[in-house]
Nanobody, 118 residues
Framework: QVQLVESGGGLVQAGGSLRLSCAASGRTFSSYTMSWFRQAPGKEREFVAAISWSGGTTYYADSVKGRFTISRDNAKNTVYLQMNSLKPEDAAVYYC???????????WGQGTQVTVSS
């Protein structure tokens, strides 16, 4: 069982930056691939970024490449999403996800709201 708690959301002007954090419970955090997803009102939840268990491999949605950076600190059981050059279309609830390779089980956090004013 893994519990995820996101933080760091808020209101920022277009062009600004935010850093989201996702703190995980459990002793096996380092075994999980960690991801960020987001969901805007009226839209489906979409993938934003992912990072392998070791942190050695990262993946990004085309819409955030070059602006967002995902990282993790396994000693702190935390994954981060640094968001720079934010655009109004980045506004959404951002969710943290933990998943094991070859396992159907995934865990979700409660989400954190990001609002970007133009």
């Amino acid at each position: 069982q893994v519990q995820l708690v996101e933080s760091g959301g808020g209101l920022v002007q277009a062009g600004g930056s935010l850093r989201l954090s996702c703190a995980a419970s459990g002793r096996t955090f380092s075994s999980y691939t960690m991801s960020w997803f987001r969901q805007a009102p009226g839209k489906e939840r979409e993938f934003v970024a992912a990072i392998s268990w070791s942190g050695g491999t990262t993946y990004y949605a085309d819409s955030v490449k070059g602006r967002f950076t995902i990282s993790r600190d396994n000693a702190k059981n935390t994954v981060y999403l640094q968001m720079n050059s934010l655009k109004p279309e980045d506004a959404a609830v951002y969710y943290c996800n933990a998943a094991l390779v070859a396992s159907p089980t995934t865990y979700w956090g409660q989400g954190t709201q990001v609002t970007v004013s133009s």
